[in-house]
């Protein structure tokens, strides 16, 4: 968990680095073993958590209601018809519970048209629960204030992030980091205590070219932000 990493660098003596690389969300190889759970494409049980431990996806498909499901995978998944997909799965779950991901692909796809992307319609509803389950938003905020505590004065902290709300909390740590102060702006007098901590290298993120998304379509997504650490 990336809001472990101060303990995991102080049980291995280690008090500074020279520079960071936090690569957010799921990797292929959990994609690629149906057994985890966490893919739409390959059948197997619906549990998406990364370390074995808290709810898995199949606990809150089954125990959240209806106006819950549809905040979560609105907001999560950023799924326009959130309300609709929320709703198919509570009739679903009446007749048995869900507990195998074509299972829930299935339902999923029942209740959401496929995009003119051809982007599985399943895929945005598996999002809003692998990171409901493993509260990544809330791992990557911490992560990012732990990257900045440990790292020497001119290290460089790099972040791959491959959607909009991943993206967009980096992007605005970033911001507020390289600023400093981050009160409104007609504030007269600072009141936050802000001090600028990061010095950004770029001011958009790097995205892949066409030759690595020829060799990795997976990375079509990626957007890579990195800043270097002040004093």
Known sequence: RFSEMLD???SAGVARVDGIVMDIGVSSMQIDQAERGF???HDGPLDMRMGRQGKSAADAVNSLDE????RLIGHLGEERRARAVARAIVAARREAPIDRTAQLADIVRGAVRRSPDSIDPATRTFQALR????DELGELELG?????AVLREGGRLVVVAFHSLEDRIVKNHFRDAARGCTCPPRTPVCICGGRISLRLLMRKPLTPGAEELAQNPRARSARLRVAEKLT
Do not use: Y
């Open 131 to 134: 990171l409901w389950v493993n």
């Open 8 to 10: 995991v660098m102080t």
């Open 144 to 148: 990012l204030d732990a990257a900045e």
């Open 67 to 70: 106006a819950e499901l549809a």
């Open 39 to 41: 893919s739409f494409r």
